[in-house]
């Protein structure tokens, strides 16, 4: 198992703004870490640079304290599967798999037999045969991870893994990934856009925004305790009250709420929408809204209100029943002190 | 590098740097002399009108042919082939089968004898090394149809027919289809291709020198009989000519690359 | 009758292709065949005979023609593979002027540029060479490799090379494993151009090898000048056989756009 360090790892691009620099990570040994980020945050280019594609302007790279700055890319151990799987057109599946092995000169009867045998692993045995078009996307996504695994390397890397799947494969996909990665023991980077590819796949999560680590963590971390409303909104949070610390409580224009976090330089809280309520009776935390909008959403309902003090204040909640309230009628929200993030 | 090199040497030696005969400094003689020329008006003439000839019938021709090649018919695939044979076939082959079949006692005057329309070769029109060039025309229209009219048919298949079906259920009738649909799709690669073969017939040498008379010849032959003189003093305005020649081809690709972009851009 | 009409446009089509090629192959069996007689009123292979003797020069026109063209084409894709992989992979300033400088050789006249080439070549002894030869013929077949092949890169994701780095292959295997397999269509249809056009030239033949230097075209040429059309016939049908041959065996890789570009001389 291979622990992967990067260390004040600079690459820039004169013309184009998809630059990192002086980027600090090390990536634990044997477990599934997620470079998140929208476009342009530099996440492929790490990517890159840890496959041997591209070459750092200056840091350090280190497999096991050992730099690989300068080892080529065939040489390095870190193999790459790439977005849009590029299976070989021209090859049968079977080559496909065997190719890294060919590279390295093994003999063809022990390359096919590898080849076959991992093509079980992913669940397309007898497809050795078959070209690539004959292949749905899943399975050729599946040809493809095989194709990576099958030479042993160091460090799997895996660019945007699930984007091109529906749901259903996605899940399918998630599992087979993370059983080949605990199977084979292999640190695993994966490179992705989406949190939610991100939280299922990855053992920790390292947030990037324009080039820079932004938070790195567990993640249940990105949810319960972001570090700036720029995560939280990546992560999905929409409920953002403004306002400020006054001593123990958060001062807004819609009342005052109890915290448990006493942030002193914080200017917003926030909450997600599972965790607002409906509360009976005005106690501490509680908000006077009335229903905007009721929309079932396939196996939950998603609210809308806007409060009664400040009509420009709009907060969702989501519920797996239906509440019985009406469109424009009134009601009391609760926003539990425990779940009360403040940023 | 050999392209760009060689037309310079050719400038050089246009203006009379001749190293070979001594001659190193530099002139426009051999421009005077070939603009004061009437045999070079009278070729130029000649070869403006083979050029425009061959370029406008074979164009014509290609539109009617690719148009009737993208209707489905019994043998379409081996028509459509045969008709694609012909762009590779040298030039060469061309004009010696229509040397074979136009000339007095070609293949034509002898099925016209057999029609009872002329009873002796002599009676049967000039077509090779004649005054108009019909020979030299025909060969390139027989060439450049196919030309054309491939680069047509496929931009005809990749259009598709919607657009016309779209245009017939809004009451188009088929010329009307033909004039504002069809014709407009197929516009860009028709003028592409047609400056492709005007750019080919004004500048080529081996069919006007097979087919064409001695006077007055081609563009193109002329500066080849001044470049082959025995008297060197010659070779400055056979330079002269052929980079005339590319000036006007010149002229060509840029017309091509402005129409082609712009014509992609629509 | 519309369908009477169609079929009678595509026997004319038919018929107008193939019409000069008919009095050629007639010619080729011809012994007497004066006129008026519509077909020859004596038939013999003498013209092919002839054709295939030493005395033709035939064979040595043959091979020359088959070297020259055959070394031409390589080097233009040897040469045309990393241009034409630099023109249709990367946007760079310049780039029109780049491409308007390649298309140039494909439509000025060649022999406008073998002309001024000339001297230079007498005077390092490349006239009346084959190599001479096979270096003026690059000027209208490089262009056209390198085109060709740009279009093919337009199309090509470099990511495979990635992948395929990634997966551990040198970049020598690279290229053997990964870009050829992705381009061949393209690289056939560019060869055998660059032999097709290579094999028709006359006048850059005539011009560079002075003679010395005996290619297909030059030979059917002095034949048909002779007004031997026996023999004539007999060559041209010699002539065209690799264009057809050619055709045939890249019919399926060609497009609109290559075709645009793959005109015969």
């Not at chain 1, 690459?11 to 990536?27: C, H, M, R």
């Not at chain 3, 055998?192 to 003679?211: E, K």
């Amino acid at each position: 198992m291979t622990i992967v360090k990067l260390t004040n790892l600079t690459k820039t691009y004169p013309d184009s703004g998809f630059s990192v620099e002086n980027f600090n990570l090390e990536i634990p040994a044997g477990e599934i870490t997620a470079l998140l980020g929208p476009s342009g945050s530099g996440k492929s280019t790490l990517l890159k640079l840890i496959a041997g594609l591209l070459s750092p302007n200056s840091g350090d790279l280190t497999f096991d304290d050992v730099s690989v700055v300068s080892t080529p890319a065939e040489q390095r151990g870190a193999v790459m599967a790439f977005q849009n799987n590029l299976v070989f057109p021209w090859l049968s599946v079977g080559e496909n798999v065997a190719f890294g092995l060919k590279m390295r000169g093994v003999a063809k009867a022990t390359r096919q037999q590898q080849a076959r045998d991992i093509l079980t692993l992913v669940q397309l045995d007898g497809f050795e045969n078959r070209k690539p078009s004959e292949l749905s996307g899943g399975q050729q996504q599946r040809v493809s991870l095989a194709r990576a695994l099958v030479t042993q390397p160091k460090v799997l890397l895996l660019d945007e893994p699930l984007s091109n799947l529906d749901a259903h494969l996605r899940e399918e996909m998630r599992a087979l990934i993370k059983s080949l990665q605990e199977q084979f023991e292999i640190t695993t980077v994966v490179v992705t856009h989406d949190q939610e590819e991100a939280v299922i796949l990855a053992d920790q999560i390292a947030l990037l925004f324009d080039g820079k680590l932004h938070q790195y963590g567990q993640p249940s971390d990105f949810y319960q305790r972001p570090v700036s409303r720029r995560v939280a909104e990546f992560f999905g949070g929409v409920n953002f009250i403004e306002g400020q610390l006054q001593d123990t409580e958060f001062e807004t224009q819609v009342g005052q709420f109890s915290v448990s976090n006493l942030k002193q330089a914080a200017t917003f809280i926030s909450i997600r929408p599972e965790h607002i309520k409906l509360a009976i009776e005005t106690t501490e935390n509680t908000l006077e809204v009335r229903l905007l909008e009721r929309t079932f959403m396939g196996t939950y309902y998603r609210y809308r209100w806007q409060a009664e003090q400040a009509p420009t204040l709009i907060l969702t909640s989501t519920n797996t029943q239906d509440l019985s309230i009406r469109v424009s009628e009134k009601a009391l929200l609760h926003l539990p002190k425990e779940q009360l993030i403040v940023l | 590098m050999l392209f760009g090199g060689g037309l310079l040497l050719a400038l050089a030696q246009s203006f009379g740097y001749l190293p070979i005969i001594g001659k190193t400094d530099f002139s426009l003689v051999a421009w005077q002399s070939i603009f004061q020329q009437t045999e070079f008006w009278q070729s130029l003439g000649l070869t403006l009108w083979i050029g425009f000839a061959s370029t406008v019938l074979s164009t014509v021709l290609a539109i009617v042919c690719a148009l009737l090649l993208r209707r489905q018919f019994r043998g379409k695939k081996a028509v459509t082939f045969l008709f694609q044979l012909n762009i590779p076939i040298p030039h060469i082959v061309g004009a010696i089968g229509i040397l074979l079949l136009f000339s007095q006692s070609g293949l034509l005057a002898r099925l016209a004898n057999l029609a009872g329309m002329i009873n002796d070769p002599a009676q049967f029109p000039a077509l090779v090394n004649d005054r108009y060039a019909i020979g030299i025309i025909a060969e390139y229209i027989w060439k450049e149809t196919c030309f054309i009219g491939t680069i047509v048919l496929a931009t005809l298949q990749s259009v598709g027919e919607d657009y016309e079906n779209a245009a017939a259920s809004l009451g188009a009738t088929r010329w009307q289809r033909f004039r504002y649909v069809t014709l407009p799709l197929i516009m860009p690669s028709v003028l592409t291709a047609s400056i492709l073969v005007f750019a080919f017939a004004f500048g080529a040498f081996e069919i006007p020198f097979l087919l064409g008379r001695r006077f007055p010849s081609a563009l193109s032959v002329l500066a080849w009989r001044s470049y082959t003189d025995t008297n060197l003093a010659l070779r400055p305005e056979a330079m002269a000519m052929s980079l005339f020649i590319a000036l006007v081809s010149t002229g060509m690709i840029l017309l091509y690359m402005t129409l082609s972009r712009k014509l992609v851009r629509q | 009758m519309k369908r009477l009409t169609k079929y009678a446009g595509v026997a004319l089509i038919v018929l107008g292709v193939l019409a000069p090629f008919i009095p050629i192959l007639i010619w080729s069996f011809a012994r007497r065949w004066y006129f008026p007689a519509v077909l020859p009123t004596e038939w013999s292979i003498r013209g092919w005979a002839y054709a295939f003797s030493s005395a033709s020069r035939l064979p040595q026109a043959l091979w020359q023609s088959l070297l020259i063209s055959g070394v031409t084409s390589l080097l233009s894709i040897l040469i045309g593979l990393p241009a034409g992989r630099a023109l249709g992979l990367h946007k760079f300033r310049g780039k029109t002027l780049v491409e308007f400088l390649m298309l140039a050789p494909t439509i000025v006249p060649a022999f406008a540029v073998a002309m001024g080439i000339h001297v230079v070549f007498i005077r390092l002894g490349l006239a009346d060479t084959m190599i001479g030869v096979i270096l003026v013929h690059l000027v209208p077949t490089l262009p056209y490799v390198t085109l060709v092949l740009a279009g093919m890169f337009a199309n090509y994701d470099v990511n495979y090379e990635a992948q395929a780095r990634s997966l551990g292959a040198t970049p020598l295997q690279t290229i053997w494993y990964v870009l050829l397999p992705s381009i061949y269509p393209g690289l056939i249809v560019a060869g055998m151009f660059a032999f097709i056009i290579s094999w028709s030239q006359y006048i850059l033949t005539l011009l560079i090898g002075g003679g010395r230097v005996l290619t297909l075209p030059l030979l059917l040429f002095s034949f048909a000048s002779s007004g031997d059309n026996n023999v004539t016939a007999a060559l041209s049908i010699i002539f065209i056989a690799p264009a057809i041959v050619l055709l045939i065996i890249s019919a399926r890789y060609l497009t609109g756009r290559n075709v645009s570009l793959a005109r015969g001389n």
